[in-house]
């Protein structure tokens, strides 16, 4: 595979890098195993910096195509379900749609300095503050905790009425449509979240990931939810 990048080209060549190492995982030799190029070996052959070309990673291994062991190399992860969404509600209007009087319990705004993982998929400098979204959403009681981080880019102040729904805020002030969800769901521990789910802390719970880009692909929202497994259960409908 011709592995090489046009420095003329208008297309920021981080977004260059990206295509074609999405296009380089799909190649046989490594969805059956074989390393990926390392960094220093593809920024040599393509002429860019090391920075460029781990910003593309750091993009793949979010969206858990990758997976890299330090001291190792990196390779193809497994394929999980990705879901594009093709018509978007945001968690409150969901529930109140199958006729479930959903609710913020809880409510809080600030801005917040965030972990190197969350930076690297919002594209934002190490240090630099977000604006963080804190709710805890239930009827009478609570049933999901949700913490949101924003690209600055959409233009957040912190002083919007997050008492309506997220998504409408986005598109009609922002005009920051969520066209992509990818989610990573897993089983854990109530652990720190027990106090405000009020469940016991070895009480099992679902946690999931969500990182929600514009139609351009482009990072707006990462978002986690620890939800009560004795009250939920997550159901994805895939059609072919």
Known sequence: MDLKVDHSSP???????????RDLIDHPNYTNGAFLPKEVELSKLLGVSRNTVRQATNKLEYEGLIFRKKGVGTKVAKREISTNLGEWHSFTQEMNSKGI???????????????????NFLNVDP?????????????EEPLVYFESYFQPRIG???????????YDILEQEYHSIPAIS??????????????????????PILIRERYVSDPGNRPLEYNIGFYRSDMFTYTIEIRR
């Open 11 to 21: 297309v920021p060549l981080h977004l260059q890098v990206e295509k074609l190492l």
């Open 182 to 203: 990818k989610e990573n769901i897993k089983a854990g521990l109530a652990g720190s979240m027990a106090k405000k789910l009020k469940t016991k802390e070895n009480d």
């Open 127 to 139: 240090g630099a503050k977000v604006l963080k979204l804190s709710r805890l959403k239930g009827t």
């Open 101 to 119: 009087p959903f609710r913020n319990l809880e409510l809080e705004v600030e801005w917040v300095i965030v972990s190197e993982r969350i930076s």
């Open 156 to 166: 957040l102040t912190g002083n919007e009425d997050f008492s309506r729904p997220l």
